[in-house]
């Protein structure tokens, strides 16, 4: 496969299930991201993970965990989530190199939340 | 702190005219531009980008953008819309030191027969 894939592409939870999103990138890069896509919300930054160490977190509750064990795979856990988290969850990667980076998208998990 | 803001929500053009997305940025230092398009259901692709040099930048699918650093603006152009592009539109920026891009609300664009 190439470029970047997550799976699984659509997900739907009870607020007292525990589930697990998958992001995988081909590009060898060694930069990953989560964002968040609300209805009529811009998108927002959730996790960025540079060189496998999370540089950073933008106030994201408790109820996501990510975790990013090599360059080429990202996580995300859930668990307890609440129905206002039903969302397009998009993973990105890029290349660390002096600041001119570019995100790739991989094609998102949608999320319901009942 | 950085802003993007796409004026537009939603624009509709006919099959075969011209196209401008409006893009105004805020952004301390140096900014690196970006548009993506979103087809529903799916993630965003990468149009174009712009980190210096030629302020009018190629994309793919025969889009460009003219950075004008005076008017903080990075409009999105296509000479003649097809069908095919019929999708949501993202304007983001970036800079050096911070990993996150920020992205517009989008524009959402109809095409006419």
């Known amino acids: 496969e190439t470029g970047v894939t997550q799976t699984p592409r659509h997900l739907v939870m009870g607020m007292t299930n525990k589930k697990s999103l998958k992001c995988e990138q081909h590009l060898g890069h060694n930069a990953m991201y989560w964002y968040k896509q609300s209805a009529k919300k811009p998108l927002e930054l959730m996790f960025v993970y540079s060189l496998e160490e999370r540089v950073e977190n933008n106030s994201v509750p408790s109820r996501f965990s990510p975790e990013c064990p090599n360059s080429s795979h990202l996580f995300l856990h859930l668990h307890t989530l609440q129905p206002e988290d039903s969302a397009l969850y998009l993973c990105?990667?890029?290349?660390?190199?002096?600041?001119?980076?570019?995100?790739?998208f991989g094609p998102g998990t949608r999320l319901l939340v009942l | 702190a950085q802003s993007v803001t796409q004026p537009d929500i939603h624009i509709t053009v006919s099959e075969g005219a011209s196209l401008e997305l409006r893009c105004n940025y805020s952004y301390g230092a140096t900014p690196y531009l970006f548009w993506y398009v979103q087809s529903p259901g799916q993630g965003l692709q990468l149009l174009l980008k712009?980190?210096?040099?030629?302020?009018l930048v190629q994309g793919i699918k025969g889009f460009e953008a003219e950075f004008k650093r005076s008017q903080s603006s990075f409009n999105l152009r296509k000479p003649s819309v097809h069908w095919s592009d019929a999708a949501e539109y993202f304007c983001?920026?970036?800079?050096?030191?911070?990993?996150?891009?920020?992205f517009g609300s989008g524009t959402r664009l109809q095409v006419q027969p």
């Open positions: 990105a990667s890029s290349q660390v190199s002096g600041g001119q980076e570019t995100q790739y």
């Open positions: 983001a920026v970036g800079g050096t030191g911070r990993r996150a891009l920020t």
């Open positions: 712009y980190f210096s040099g030629d302020t």
